[in-house]
C-alpha cells in the first residue's frame, strides 16, 4: 500500500511533479489523467486499478495494493513528428530508475537481467515485468505517461507470460520508496527532452534493448504471425526486421522473443 503523505512529502515540488491525485481504488490513472484539462506536472496515484489498459488495448491487470500503476501527465514543446522520444525516454529512464533502485538496496543481485523489448516493454528473465502506455492531447503538447510495474505480485495469470521484482529480490519492496526513487530519476534527466537531446535519449534506449540480430515472433498490425530476426531499431520508432530474406520496417504490432542468441 502507498504512503502517500511521504510521496508527497519528498515528491512535491522537490521534483518537476507540483500535483499530486491519489485514490485507493480507481478504473484507470490514463482515462483520469485525460479529464484532468490543460493540467500539467501532475502524477496520478491508485492502489488499485481495475480497468487499466496496456498497448493495442491489451488488458492489464494488476494485483491489488501489490504493484506500481501510476500516470504522469506532463506538457513538452516537441515536434509531434518527434513524439518518440517521449516513449525512449520514460522507457529508458525507468529501466534505470529500477536498476539503481536495486542496485543500492540489494548490491548482491545481478541487474543485468533487465532489458527494454520494443517499443517499450521491461522484462526480467524475458518476462513481462512493467509497460507503458503512452498518449498524447492533440494540439495541446500534452503528453499522459501510464505505468505498469509488478513489484510484490507473486501469482499471474497462466495467460500473461508476467513476472515481477518480488520473483528476484526474494523479499517484499517498499512500493513509495520505489515509487520516490523513479520519480526522481525522470526528474533530474528531464534536461534531455526539453534541450532536445535526442540522439543520446535514443542511444541510450536502443542500447538497453539487447535486441538487435535476435529470433522474435512477430504479429503485424492486422494480426499475421511472422518470423522474424531483428536487424535494427530506427531513431523515428520503427523496428527493421528480416523476414524470408526481406527487410521491411514496421511501426507498431508486437515482438515475442523466442531465441535468444540467434
Known amino acids: 500500500m502507498l504512503d502517500i503523505e511521504l510521496i508527497r512529502d519528498k515528491v512535491l515540488n522537490k521534483t518537476f511533479i507540483t500535483d499530486i491525485y491519489y485514490f485507493k481504488e480507481l478504473d484507470s490513472t490514463n482515462e483520469f489523467a485525460k479529464k484532468l484539462d490543460d493540467k500539467d506536472n501532475v502524477l496520478i496515484l491508485t492502489d488499485n ?6 498497448r493495442l488495448g491489451k488488458e492489464w ?14 506538457k513538452f514543446k516537441i515536434d509531434p513528428e518527434e513524439s518518440n522520444y517521449i516513449n525512449f525516454f520514460f522507457s529508458y529512464f525507468l529501466l534505470e530508475s529500477i536498476k539503481e533502485f536495486l542496485n543500492k538496496n540489494l548490491p548482491n543481485l545481478n541487474s543485468d537481467n533487465l532489458q527494454i523489448k520494443w517499443p517499450n516493454d521491461i522484462l526480467m528473465n524475458s518476462k513481462k515485468l512493467c509497460g507503458l502506455l503512452i498518449e498524447s492531447v492533440v494540439n495541446k503538447d500534452e503528453y499522459i505517461i501510464g505505468i505498469g510495474l509488478n513489484v510484490n505480485q507473486e501469482k499471474f495469470n497462466s495467460a500473461f507470460d508476467a513476472c515481477s521484482l ?8 517498499n512500493l513509495s520508496e520505489l515509487l520516490i526513487h523513479i520519480i526522481f530519476c525522470f526528474s533530474r534527466n528531464l534536461s534531455l527532452l526539453e534541450q532536445q537531446n535526442f540522439g543520446l535519449v535514443f542511444n541510450s534506449w536502443k542500447e538497453s534493448t539487447k535486441m538487435i540480430g535476435k529470433s522474435v515472433e512477430f504479429i503485424d498490425p ?8 531483428i536487424k535494427d531499431f530506427l531513431e523515428n520508432g520503427g523496428i527493421k526486421l528480416l523476414i524470408s530474406d526481406e527487410e521491411k520496417v514496421y511501426f507498431s504490432g508486437e515482438v515475442k522473443i523466442t531465441g535468444f542468441g540467434r
Open 222 to 229: 492486422k494480426n499475421v504471425k511472422k518470423t522474424a530476426k
Open 61 to 74: 491487470v494488476s494485483e491489488k495494493e501489490k504493484n506500481l500503476t501510476f500516470t504522469i501527465k506532463k
Open 166 to 173: 518480488i520473483e528476484y529480490t526474494k523479499s517484499e519492496i
Open 49 to 54: 486499478q481495475t480497468a487499466g489498459k496496456g
